[in-house]
């Protein structure tokens, strides 16, 4: 999950609000579930787009690559990427 620095000035209340729920959520340990927030420096709402959405990209494929390097697999990485780009693609 990411915010904005600068995400709804006009709603002060708001940047406290997601902060809190960070606070919260965080101590939580839900299974099989990972959790991960960033406050996103000198951005707007909308400039925080291109970079969330390659964070969490990473942040999704990155069990999967560690796996992939501890057994050298290229084919698997191959595959995954032609996977990736047939999924965003549809």
Do not use: C, W
């Amino acid at each position: 999950m990411s915010i904005a620095e600068f995400d709804l000035p006009q709603y002060p209340n708001f940047m406290k609000s997601v902060k809190e729920f960070n606070k919260v959520f965080s101590k939580r340990h839900y299974k099989n579930f990972r959790y991960k927030f960033r406050l996103v420096d000198d951005a707007h709402h909308s400039g925080t787009k291109a970079e969330a959405y390659t964070r969490a990209m990473k942040f999704i494929f990155e069990p999967i690559l560690k796996r992939s390097e501890s057994i050298k697999d290229d084919i698997f990485l191959k595959k995954m990427s032609i996977f990736f780009l047939q999924t965003i693609q549809d």
